[in-house]
């Protein structure tokens, strides 16, 4: 506060200096989900390697004749050769391959009825490079006014044509940080005390955003990581900025100036978000432990997001709201301050009825609560993970269209064939990949497999093999285990060659299949640094067990809203989100860290006050009242701004993004309004004085890491070592 210009400026600089340097450098982002060592990885490595220049991204133009009219009429041939001739010529386009040139290959891309023909369109470089304008170009030849003349319906497939689909503007953000400016106003009274947070947390963010963009030329960065770090940042950016200013607004009501209020605030409640702040890291970073470069790079740009935000909400905040001064409080505020003086915080209203029914009712709140939880997390058994493609875009997009064309005139399977790439050495290998062919064609689940392509060398085969079924589809997914353990062996049995089985469905088989295997460390992992966390700051060894579990429960809640929303389908086309598909399989891996991060934040607020009233009096009803009375209004405000931008992100138009927002917002609804008002609160009450209780050995042997404020911490001689103790007299005061 006393250099607080100098604090703004380095902000603003960072901001700066990190946008500029973002905007010269370009993106870099990466959506390479290949494990090494698996079988879809080893097909991929050998298609790179017997097949130079495969390597840019195919997409289709998919076209479909009105009633009565074939693709092969020549007034429909003359119109989409023309159209293709001219995406061909192209910038960045490599090739262009039709259904009406000369041979049985082309011949094959006219359905059976005649009235469905697509053409393949391979850009000279992968999805993730191609400049969005070169994918419009594409989209504005094909479906140009003249070509669609008559009645024929021409739509794109592919990922880069879904680049044009993507939103421009950031409108969820906007929409998420106007609905949290109100909430914040309607909170405080007071506009300049409601913009602190969102100016906050929009410097903090912007400058990650900006710094996960240089993190992805420097290690592998998906590219939905930005968005996912703008989706927490702004969350915990803004909430962590309204409970420091909602202390800083408490000091000045009791009299204290604006420095004294300020620096109060950051030494009791900054002291609780450096804390959750780091919870949230430690919860994110746990993906280091799987060892995917895929989720290195989400976890720690998300973690930077939230480092920034914390750093922002005890620097640049208080530096904030020295400008601000008494201007923090509303005017009625104001006025009443100077006419009657400081007054007494003591929680009235609702908060402390609500504290109070919760304290006369904890037995039946507590199994009400458990019953809700329990209800909306029994879908998250059938969790099915895969691929979710094009068909679960929304059914207005361009690309649906296509899958949908596709799927309607050559069968489900066209839109996610599998690759077989075999390597071969010699004669007899030759033998066994004709061997391969004809038993892929005769496999059930196989709509159709083509001949057997060989490199320039002879060393490496590839076969394309056309499911009966859909990408996503279990069926497909059984498919690839039986190609995989039957049919390949079989026809490798005598000869050298060696085949892997690829492809989008078998590279997501795979990735889940490695991410499952490895969930159950993971999450052992990030739950006992947790509970490490927790034990050091509450000295207790029922209150890191009771978060432990609320916030498992909350992530199974939340993971049964997506089941039921996405992969069942319920209201997904109202919501703009799509048809009904698997959940993709890096999706309960950050979801289980970004989760575990959030609920620990409520829980250290809201303990962290019970904490200090029960050092003061020993009284376990009362400290449980007394915290949840005093805490319970900030955590809902905090909670109802958090709801309000994670589902803003549902307007993303990105199904994985609606995806984090959906989940987020129903995890911090359920914690907020469920867990930490009611089931917590209850829990304690019925355990009392049980609640503190650590066994002297393990209480002098931990280290002294304190989250109340610092005048609390010597103030009691502890009476928690008592499971009985409840009703204990209040300890001697001591400073």
Known sequence: MRHRLVTLLIWLLALGATASAATAAGTAFSNDYEVPGTESSKAHDLLRDGFHGQGGDTDTVVWRTPDHQSARTPDVERRMTRALDEIAALPGIGSVSGPYGPGPENAARISPDGRTAYAVVTFDRQADAVPKAQARAVVEAARNPATQADGLQVELGGRAVGLTEAPSAHLAEVIGVAIAALVLFLAFGSLAASLLPIATALVSVGSAYFGITLLGHAMPVADFAPMLGTLVGLGVGIDYALFIVTRHRKGLSRGLTVEEA????????????????????????????????????????????????????VTLLPALLSYIGTRALSRRE????????????????????????????????????????????????????????????????????????????????????????????????????????????????????????????????????VPDSAPQSRATSELVDTLRQEVIPRAEDGSSMRAHVGGVTAGYDDFAEVIIGKLPLFVGVVVALGCVLLLLAFRSIGIPLKAAAMNVAAVASSFGVVVAIFQWGWGSELLG?????????????????????????????????????????GDNRRAVRVGLAETSRVINSAAVIMISVFLAFVLSGDRLIAMFGIALAVAVALDAFVLRTLLVPALMHMLGGANWWIPGWLDRRLPRISIEPPECRTRATLPAQRPDADHAEPAPLSR
């Open 262 to 313: 300020a620096q109060s605030a950051v030494a009791t409640t900054g002291r609780a978000v450096v804390f959750a702040g780091a919870t949230v890291c430690i919860a994110l970073l746990g993906m280091l432990v799987l060892r995917l470069k895929f989720l290195d790079g989400v976890a720690i740009a998300a973690s930077l997001t939230v480092v920034l935000t914390v750093a922002a909400s």
């Open 334 to 465: 104001r006025r009443r301050l100077a006419a009657e003086g400081p007054q007494p915080d003591a929680p009235t209203g609702f908060a402390a009825r609500w504290s109070a029914f919760v304290e006369r009712h904890p037995k039946l709140l507590g199994m009400l609560a458990t019953v809700v939880m329990v209800v909306l997390a029994l879908p998250t058994l059938s969790l099915h993970l895969g691929t979710s493609d094009q068909g679960n875009n929304p059914a207005s997009s361009t690309t649906r269209k296509a899958y949908d064309l596709l799927a309607d005139g050559f069968g489900p399977g066209m839109n996610g064939p599998l690759t077989v790439v075999a390597r071969l050495d010699g004669a007899g290998d030759r033998l066994a990949v004709d061997r391969l062919a004809g038993a892929l064609r005769s496999t059930e689940g196989v709509a159709s497999a083509g001949p057997a392509l060989l490199s320039r060398s002879g060393d490496t085969a590839v076969l394309t093999v």
């Open 577 to 617: 989100l799509g048809s009904a598909g698997p959940i993709e399989p890096f999706l309960p891996v950050i979801m289980v860290s970004v989760l575990f991060g959030l609920s620990m934040d409520y829980q250290v607020f809201l303990v962290s006050r019970m904490y200090e009233e029960w050092l003061e009096t």
